[in-house]
Structure formats: C-alpha cells, structure tokens
C-alpha cells in the first residue's frame, strides 16, 4: 500500500502486535507476583517519619515596636530576669535514626547538678531525649521528656530535678527506642543555685510531658529526690492509672500510612471527667494530642498522651475540660486525625 506520491506506508504486523502485549503482560504479572506476597509487610513498614512543620506566626507591619515596647514592660515588671540559659548542650546527630549509626554526642555526659540542658536535633526526622531505659522502663519520662524535637530545632532547657550527685540517668528516644544515652549527675555548677530555683520549661516532672517548643507552656513543678516519687501529673496526660476508662480510643494497624483509618473511632463522645483508655495497635509509635495540627497554637495544651510506643497504651483524663468539640492529631504524623465530643 502507498500514498498518492507512492512512498511505502509502514504498518505493524499482527506478529508484532502480539508480541508487544506479551511482553506488557507478562511484565504486570511479575510486578503482581512480587508485590502481592508482600503487600502487608509493605504497608507496616512506613517511610521515615516526616519532618513536622510548625510555622511561626507572620508579625503585620506596625507591630514591631508594640511587641517591643510590651517586652521591655514585662521585663522591667519581672526586674529584666531572663529564661535561664543552657549550661549543657547535646546533639542529636544526623542519620542517628539509621540503626546502628552514632546517636547522641556526647553519648555519655557529666551534667551539672541543677543546670539545664537543651538537645539540638541536627537529624532530618524529629526525635526525642526522654529518661529511662526504654518504653517498658515504668519511670520512663519521669525525670525529663523534651517531647518531639522536629529537624533542625532544640529542645525547650530541661532540668534534671530530683536527682543527686552521682545519679546515672539512662535515656533513649521514644520515636527510635534504639537511640540511647546516658547522664551523669555532678557537683553543681555556677549559676546552678539560680537555676534550681526557677520553674524551667522543660522540665518534664509530669510523667510524659516534655519540653519542646510545642509544649513550652506545659507548667513544670520544682521537686527533691525525696518527693520526686509523689510528682504530681498534668491533667490529660499520662500512663494508663488503675482508674477504670469510660472509653477506649485505638490507634489501628497500618494508621500511619496516610490514607488509612488513623483512629478508631474517629469521632468519640465522652463526658467530663471520663478517662479514655488509648491503645496503639500500630507497629509505630504515635500520639493523641489536642489541636487541629502542629500549627495550633493550644496544641497539647488540653490533653496529649506523649509517645505512645507500638503495642503500648496511654490514657486522656477529660477532668478539666469544658463541654465541646476538641479536634485532635497525632504529633508524629500530623495527617492523622479525629474529634473527641465532651458533654
């Protein structure tokens, strides 16, 4: 066959034809073949935990100097005292979420007693410095909990109350429990005595509560050794106590693969004062904190269980909460969210 200026028309034999969808065939066969077995162990095995993006607050034109007035007036107020500063700095290493790899620098560090410390996450995926030897260990966050630290931020100063010279302090992250370290409590240092009477953000005296700039507004209580065993803890965050739930919140399989159910149920209806039991039955860790993303400026300021490890439970008691809707997320992977209905 040809055209009018009888050049050849190449057409594709039914040979070739059958051979192309072959090979298309066979090729999505073994995709399929592969893919199938493992499709499970895929989907409980989620990519690294996303970087969670806080933006600051975009400050109008004008406003400067009115912000700066007011600080100088609330300094003069509180006689110029200042947010003490950091005595000791840790790093959180790059590719320390990598098993294996070098975590904390230094791994094993002599503290001041009563002096702060800040942890400076210089990893690409948010971490953690919570005391304790792991999420089974039951004083696990006890002594200090920084709370999520995103990439490339630092913790709030955290102080170690309630400890005394010579003090070993293990503690790991709760989003790699792999990553650990090790404090060891000296003689105090200068400036301690100051240090020691201030109430630091930070200071996680309040089982789970940590010290991240998310939490900075989480009221930390100044205690001894003697009293550190009766430390009181923040309404709406904890472990699991013996009070029986009036609810059960679970976080399900495969929650952290965006597009799947996050919580079960995604709607729950409690009244004030019930304490809602929150099981994770994820191969990951996870959280329940109120808000409607890490942008909220009330984030985990009502209510938020901390870490809530694999296989592991925690608790929301709903005491001091007025009747109404609170959004809530899960600050590891903020795409996972539900609504607690208070009555």
Same mark, same amino acid.
């Given at each position: 066959m040809t055209t009018h200026d009888e050049s050849p028309i190449i057409r594709t034999t039914k040979k070739r034809l059958a051979q192309g969808l072959a090979i298309v065939v066979i090729t999505l066969a073994v995709g399929a073949g592969i893919a199938v077995p493992f499709w499970n162990q895929m989907a409980q095995t989620p990519p690294p935990v996303s970087t969670l993006v806080i933006e600051s607050p975009v400050t109008p034109e004008g406003e400067?100097?009115?912000q700066e007035g007011t600080e100088e007036s609330q300094e003069g107020e509180t006689g110029g005292a200042a947010a003490p500063a950091a005595g000791t700095t840790i790093t959180i290493l790059a590719g320390s979420s990598v098993q294996g790899n070098p975590d904390y620098e230094p791994d094993e560090i002599d503290v001041p007693l009563n002096e702060n410390i800040v942890w400076i996450n210089e990893d690409t995926v948010p971490h953690t410095a919570t005391?304790?030897?792991?999420?089974?260990?039951?004083?696990?966050?006890?002594?200090?909990?920084?709370?999520?630290i995103n990439a490339g931020e630092e913790s709030s100063p955290v102080q170690l109350t309630g400890v005394e010279e010579g003090d070993e302090i293990p503690y790991?992250?709760?989003?790699?429990?792999?990553?650990?370290?090790?404090?060891?409590?000296?003689?105090?240092?200068?400036?301690?005595?100051?240090?020691? *009477?201030?109430?630091?953000?930070?200071?996680?005296?309040s089982t789970g509560?940590?010290?991240? @700039?998310?939490?900075?507004? @989480?009221?930390?209580?100044? %205690?001894?050794?003697?009293?550190?065993?009766?430390?009181?803890?923040?309404?709406?965050?904890?472990?699991?106590?013996?009070? %029986? @739930?009036?609810? %059960?919140?679970?976080i399900p399989q495969g929650a952290s693969v965006q597009g799947n159910p996050a919580y079960d149920p995604d709607?729950?209806?409690?009244?004030?004062?019930?304490?809602? @039991?929150?099981?994770?039955?994820?191969?990951?860790?996870?959280?329940?904190?109120?808000?409607?993303?890490?942008?909220?400026?009330?984030?985990?300021?009502?209510?938020d269980t901390s870490i809530i490890n694999a296989g592991d439970s925690g608790?929301?008691?709903? *005491?001091?909460l007025q009747p109404g809707e609170y959004p809530f997320f899960c600050s590891v992977h903020p795409y996972m969210t539900g609504t607690m209905t208070v009555q």
């Open positions: 400067d100097e009115i005391s304790g030897t792991g999420a089974e260990d039951p004083n696990s966050g006890k002594i200090f909990d920084t709370s999520i790991y992250c709760q989003v790699h429990p792999y990553m650990t370290s090790t404090l060891t409590v000296g003689p105090a240092g200068a400036g301690a005595a100051s240090n020691a *009477t201030s109430s630091t953000p930070g200071n996680a005296s509560v940590g010290g991240g @700039a998310d939490n900075a507004s @989480a009221t930390s209580t100044t %205690t001894t050794a003697t009293t550190n065993s009766s430390t009181a803890t923040t309404p709406g965050v904890g472990a699991p106590s013996a009070t %029986t @739930a009036a609810a %059960t919140l679970k709607s729950i209806t409690v009244k004030v004062g019930d304490t809602i @039991a929150v099981d994770n039955e994820d191969s990951t860790p996870h959280t329940v904190t109120n808000g409607k993303d890490a942008t909220d400026p009330n984030m985990g300021k009502l209510f608790e929301i008691v709903t *005491t001091d």
